[in-house]
């Protein structure tokens, strides 16, 4: 299935994807699911989707028993015991982590191209592009180049031409991607700046993910680490006399095809001029470490987690530029 793992046959959103969908959501993890693995699949965008209605009180006790997020502060009451609006609830462990999720996801829609949109169902027209193109892979397909919207079907396979046609001009009306005119006159489609901005509050969702599995989301992939690093090492401002390789490897959680999974990226006078999935035994540099590490460390660089060999000032002044790129 496109949107990653689908565990025992249901849906299962890519890394990262439900949980910002949440945050600009009143609605429940499990209608919000439904509604993400229906407009990632098929040719229906979010904005078609008929949303349910949020005066009914079994919606509104549905989000109060959202117990990834939220749990009773009385460590006496019994596990498992129904909650209502009377009962004192405090955040779990996964629930302290929001407020910085939220805060790098207004961060980017601050940046949005037609101007800052506040955190919230606004955000929804411009948010949700990024997130079913996260999971319907039109985003991974695109993240090496422009594409045509027949070639970027023919790299996925898995999904119709009519739901490739409605991913892509949702993003592009977003802002994510920009048509290119093309040598036969078919327009090919690039990703913009805002887009590969926004691996900042995916992934930033997605080690929360991976620190308190909710179950309802897919581990991170070889294709996520892929795409995430195609999509950001290009917006990396280097000194310009820093040049060389780095391949860059991500250790994948045990059962995830593709581990190690990564680029190697070729640096010429402060530039990256290429990156390409694999890992080269050649380069010049390499960082590596498991993806927690990872994200510990571009998310945190004080970490200083992921470990470095070779030429390590090439490799460890990436690891900073990232960070400072995505979250500085």
Known sequence: ??????????????????????????????????????ATTGAQVLGDLELPDLDDPDTILAIFNDSYLLEPADPDLPAGSPVGPDTMMQPTPAGREVPYIGMVLQRWLDRCPAGPVELGPDAGPVLAPLLTGWCSMVTHALAAGPLTVAETHAAIQ????????????????????????????????????????GIAPLAAAARMELRHPPGDTAAIAALDVEAAFLLTLPLLELPTDLSGSCSMAV???????????????????????????????????WAGGSAGEWLD???????????????????????????KTLFG
């Open 297 to 323: 460390t571009l998310i945190e660089p004080g970490a200083k987690l992921v470990r470095t060999g070779g030429d390590r000032a090439l490799a460890r002044r990436l690891l900073y530029e990232l960070h």
């Open 251 to 285: 250790e994948l959680d045990e059962g995830v095809s593709g581990s190690p999974a990564g680029v190697t990226a070729r640096v010429e006078g402060g530039r990256v001029v290429s990156c390409a999935p694999g890992l080269e035994e050649s380069a010049d540099a």
């Open 158 to 197: 898995v999904l119709d031409l009519d739901a490739i046609e409605a991913r892509v001009e949702s993003m592009e009306n977003a802002g994510h991607l920009e048509a290119l005119p093309g040598p036969d006159g078919e327009p090919r489609y690039a990703v913009t700046e805002w887009l590969r901005l």
């Open 1 to 38: 299935m496109a949107a990653g793992s689908a565990g025992d046959g249901g849906f299962k959103a890519r890394a990262g994807a439900l949980t910002l969908f949440y945050l600009a959501s009143p609605m429940d993890r499990g209608t919000l699911l439904k509604l993400l693995a229906e």
